[in-house]
């Protein structure tokens, strides 16, 4: 343990965090030394993700030198001749740390000689991946960690063509960032790198850019007239994050008069003082938007995550009681919409693409069953999603909508991420178009389920910050007691049933335990990986019901979850 704190001491230049690793040496703190040493963060799901202090296996200046060198030195070997000049888009949030280390990362770049397109501000993460189209850079870096609680930070990389980064990529940054943990000699040095020459501000370029797509390929020209004059009153909160101007933006700029603010949650906070979880996802998480809305008389709640690429509502029922929609019935409705707006351009439906993540609902799929439609499956994940679309858009089809339950939604063509303000101005002018069919979007909810199928998702999740845990229960989960299904290839038992339904398929996509009994090869079709993810098929014929049940673990947070 002795030479891991001299090796920290020797690289980490902050006074801050030497401190703590000082401290923790001179007090004897072996078990804490181990966790924060031991190991390196590890770059997975679109980059880093961690609690910020210091240590080889948390997020602070040392490790975001450390992931820049890597990351600008894997950029540099794969376009030699143009990765200089194509550069590379920075942008971040409001967290603590944020606004330091994006200019850490645009040092570690310019050091080299790459152009940097450093945002300045804060601003939402769906910005980054724009503007990387847009500049037609090498790559992206967003610093955020999106909804995790406020002692959290992130390193979120976008590739070249601007979707979050999948292998082989992911793995050859990784082993980058191992040949470069030596900082180059002015990476600590960031006093002067937004008057080099070869920093660049594009932030109101870019913004501008960004609002003028949604008013041309969100929003529905049609509808402008309902927009300004609707009297229907929205209630919007930001979550303490970065939304809520470039919300209020996006809205006006499809004619809708400014929306309601929830004034405690308006402005950017870094210590997120009303909510513990700054998730719309999490329960009570929205119970000051509600408040605001019954004072207002307000008839929806809507809400984005901190860094805005998320996108919550909620809606008031005649009887006066809310109910927030499930990420899933968002992304229906959502889909809905977008399926309704492309029937009227009269262009070729079989054309048309949607994407939907594993763990989400198949209603989307019952939609493309019934209408014609191209629907593809992919693994959790907007690198999945985002990839997947590019994937579509190469064979041919329209893909207009992606999503994941986790209430991300893709509504742009030209953003193959989750964008929470998209979603906003989608889903605001359908309720508008509702109100003027007399309806609510529950209305609109149970009539899609009427001419789909009746489908529900029940989502949960455990917190467990001991991987060897969440490998036993998975190892079990693999070896259950009799009765139980044998796969037919290799040594794998899975549980013949559940609630008692029995099993009718089981897919396991984590590495080395690969398997799915619904293809004729008992392989595969989608990616595994590390993570651990199994899905359980349920029910049976004679009943009309299927249950899909899926237990993964989570790629940027210490969750095991349930669908």
């Known amino acids: 343990m002795d030479s891991l704190v001299a090796e920290w001491l020797r690289l980490d230049q902050n006074p801050e965090t030497r401190a703590e690793i000082e401290e923790l040496s001179r007090s004897g703190k072996e078990e804490e030394l181990r966790a924060r040493l031991a190991d390196r963060i590890e770059f997975g799901t679109a980059g880093l993700r961690g609690r910020m202090e210091a240590g080889f296996s948390r997020m602070n200046d040392l490790t975001i030198i450390q992931a820049s060198q890597g ?10 001749d143009t990765a200089q000049d194509e550069g590379v888009v920075i942008g971040h949030d409001h967290r603590y740390n944020s606004e330091r280390w994006a200019l850490l990362t645009a040092r570690a ?3 080299k000689g790459v152009k940097v397109y450093l945002h300045r501000g804060i601003v939402h993460t769906p910005l980054v991946p724009f503007s990387v189209g847009r500049l037609r850079a090498a790559c992206g870096v967003m610093i955020t960690a999106s909804h995790n609680p406020k002692n959290d930070n992130g390193y979120k990389v976008y590739w070249q063509n601007a979707v979050q980064i999948i292998n082989p990529h992911d793995k050859g940054i990784a082993e980058a960032i191992k040949t470069n943990l030596e900082p180059n000699p002015s990476a600590w040095s960031i006093d002067d790198v937004a008057e080099s020459p070869l920093c660049f501000d594009k932030t109101e370029e870019m913004t501008e850019l960004y609002l003028d797509q949604v008013s041309s390929q969100i929003h529905d020209k049609s509808l402008q007239p ?15 994050g970065v939304g809520y101007k470039i919300a209020m933006k996006a809205i006006e700029t499809v004619g809708f008069k400014p929306f309601i603010a929830v004034q405690a949650q308006q402005e950017p906070d870094p210590d997120f003082p009303t909510v513990p979880y700054p998730n719309p996802e999490e329960k009570g998480a929205l119970n000051l938007a509600i408040e605001e809305a019954n004072k207002q008389g307000a008839d929806y709640v809507f809400a984005v995550d901190p860094d805005a690429d998320r996108f919550a509502a909620v809606e008031k029922q005649a009887d006066g009681k809310w109910i927030q929609f499930t990420g899933d019935q968002l992304g229906t409705l959502l889909a809905s919409s977008i399926l309704d707006r492309y029937k009227k351009s009269g262009r070729p439906i079989d054309k048309l693409a949607m994407v939907a993540s594993a763990v989400s609902s198949k209603m989307l799929e019952s939609m493309a069953k019934a209408e014609g439609f191209r629907f593809t499956e992919c693994l959790t994940g907007f690198k999945w999603i985002g990839n997947t679309a590019l994937d579509l858009e ?8 992606g999503y994941e339950e986790a209430i991300g939604f893709m509504c742009s063509p030209e953003i193959r991420d989750k964008d929470g303000v998209t979603a906003l ?20 909810l149970n009539d899609l389920y009427i001419k ?4 529900q998702t029940k989502n949960s999740y455990f917190i467990c910050r001991d ?17 139980n299904y044998s796969a037919t290839v290799g040594s794998a038992k899975y549980p013949s049933g559940a609630a008692g339904l029995p099993l009718t398929a089981v897919r396991d996509l984590t590495t080395g335990s690969a398997y799915d009994s619904e293809t004729e090869d008992r392989k595969p079709v ?3 990986s590390g993570s651990q993810m199994i899905t359980f098929k349920l029910g049976r014929a004679e009943d009309g019901v299927q249950v899909v049940m899926t237990l993964r673990t989570s790629g940027t947070e210490p969750k095991a979850s349930r669908v």
Do not use: W
Request: charged share 20%; hydrophobic share 40%.
């Open 452 to 455: 789909y199928g009746y489908h």
């Open 467 to 483: 991987p060897e845990v969440i490998k036993k229960v998975f190892a079990h989960m693999r070896s259950f007691p009799e009765p």
């Open 109 to 111: 770049f310019i050091s």
């Open 394 to 401: 190469a064979q041919g089809y329209d893909v207009k909508f």
């Open 425 to 444: 101005v989608t889903f605001a002018e359908m309720t508008v178009a509702s109100r003027a069919e007399g309806k609510r979007l529950s209305d609109r």
């Open 226 to 240: 309902l927009n300004a004059s609707t009297d229907l009153k929205f209630v919007f909160t930001a979550m303490h």
């Open 71 to 80: 990351l600008c030195a894997y950029i540099l070997q794969q376009n030699p």
């Open 526 to 528: 989608l990616p595994v």
